[in-house]
């Protein structure tokens, strides 16, 4: 692997991935980083990237729906790896607008799938980005495996299923050399402040509401995000091709407790005697459609067959992440404001 080109690496996990391969491993190639810039990609989140590895790291602004300039950078930059992050990941935004995720998810995976195929002969792997939501929602008991039946509950996990169904045919029928993961929930540093634990942080620092949907009894399995980005590079250089893994934290948590916690974590940082404990923040709000209740993940295939495990608990991991968003307000501000697009403008043009 040495060109690789990374779709949606100026979101959350891809700007991380990005990260993780340049600092923490000993890839020598070059990076080209493909993104449309949506309100949750951030070009800031690899500024310093950007500047260190100007001969192995570009940037372009490209939609993964526009299919000649994909395919422009993937000759010009002798591609032979693509690793796909690129969608619209927000569950709340696809049940009031789905369109985009059709377009995004679908289509432009289908995109992507085509100029592979196309230039199969120079493609060493296409690693697709998936997620346990594709599986529906389990009751008390139970966990996702490989082979669980997939029944997605929402237009966001219906586009992922697509998706996953799309590139698992490439390389039944075409043979394209294709992995794929699916993960549990992220958090930690550059998420984008509409998903669980950077919102509840955020409000909990500025005191503000706490919107706890239905009673909170809604179970997700988190994962620390530099432990998804090594099983995502684990499955690459070591999974089996066409193969797909699902990755998860061993970490499941009701909602009302990871807020609880997050309250508790940021009463003993910031603390101030004069003001009530910030979980009486807390608000029960109206239930999300379609919510599914728990997600839960057998990973036990990447651990016996690749050695993969997560490395960080959800203890620390926490902790780590509400000391990232209180020393990078600038990036949280700027995020929040909506003015990190103009920024952008400025400072790269
Ligand atoms: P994100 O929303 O933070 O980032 C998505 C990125 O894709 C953004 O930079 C955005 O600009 C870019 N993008 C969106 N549409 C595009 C398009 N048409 N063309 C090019 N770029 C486009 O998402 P994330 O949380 O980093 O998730 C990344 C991937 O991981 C997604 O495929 C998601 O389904 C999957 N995943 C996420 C989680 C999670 O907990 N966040 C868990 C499992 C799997
Ligand atoms: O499981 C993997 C998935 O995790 C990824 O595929 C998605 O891209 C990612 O967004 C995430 O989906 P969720 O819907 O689980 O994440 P979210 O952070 O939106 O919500 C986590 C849980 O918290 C969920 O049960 C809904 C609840 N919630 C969420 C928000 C934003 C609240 O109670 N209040 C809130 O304000």
């Known amino acids: 692997m040495q060109n690789i080109m ?77 690793c796909h992050f690129a969608a619209e990941s927000h569950v709340d935004r696809s049940i009031v607008r789905p369109d985009a995720f059709v377009q995004t998810n679908v289509i432009g995976t289908f995109n992507l799938l085509e100029i592979a195929r196309k230039h199969g002969d120079k493609l060493k792997l296409l690693h697709h980005v998936s997620t346990d939501e594709v599986f529906g929602s389990l009751g008390k008991e139970g966990f996702f495996t490989e082979t669980t039946r997939y029944q997605p509950n929402s237009p966001y996990s219906a586009s992922k299923a697509a998706s996953d169904h799309l590139v ?31 919102l509840m942080i955020l409000n909990a620092r500025d005191r503000k509401p706490l919107p706890v949907y239905g009673d909170g009894s809604n179970v997700r399995d988190w994962l620390y995000v530099s432990d998804h980005c090594d099983a995502i590079w684990t499955i690459m250089t070591e999974g089996k091709r066409g193969e797909t893994y699902n990755v998860g934290g061993d970490n499941e948590m009701a909602n009302l407790e990871v807020v609880n916690t997050i309250c508790r974590l940021i009463d003993e940082i910031l603390p101030d005697k004069n003001q009530d404990p910030r979980s009486e923040l807390i608000t029960f709000v109206k239930d999300r459609p379609g919510h599914d209740w728990r997600y839960a993940i057998d990973f036990s295939k990447i651990r016996t067959e690749l050695g993969w495990q997560p490395k960080e608990s959800f203890s620390s991991g926490i902790e780590k992440t509400i000391r990232w968003y209180f020393e990078h307000s600038e990036w949280v501000d700027r995020v929040l404001s909506g003015e990190y697009q103009d920024w952008i403008e400025e400072h790269y043009g």
């Open 168 to 198: 698992r045919a490439y390389h039944e029928t075409y043979g394209l050399p294709i992995t794929m993961s699916n993960c549990s929930n992220n958090y930690g540093p550059y998420q984008f402040p509409e998903k669980l634990i950077p």
């Open 6 to 82: 990374v779709t949606g690496g100026c979101g959350f996990i891809g700007a991380n991935f990005i990260r993780f391969l340049f600092e923490e491993t000993d890839f020598s190639g070059r990076i080209v980083n493909v993104d449309a810039l949506t309100y949750a990609g951030n070009r800031d989140s690899l500024s310093d990237i950007e500047k260190q590895y100007t001969d192995r790291y570009v940037f372009h602004k490209v939609d993964i729906c526009d299919a000649p300039a994909l395919e422009e950078l993937f000759t010009s930059y002798s591609i032979d790896t693509i």
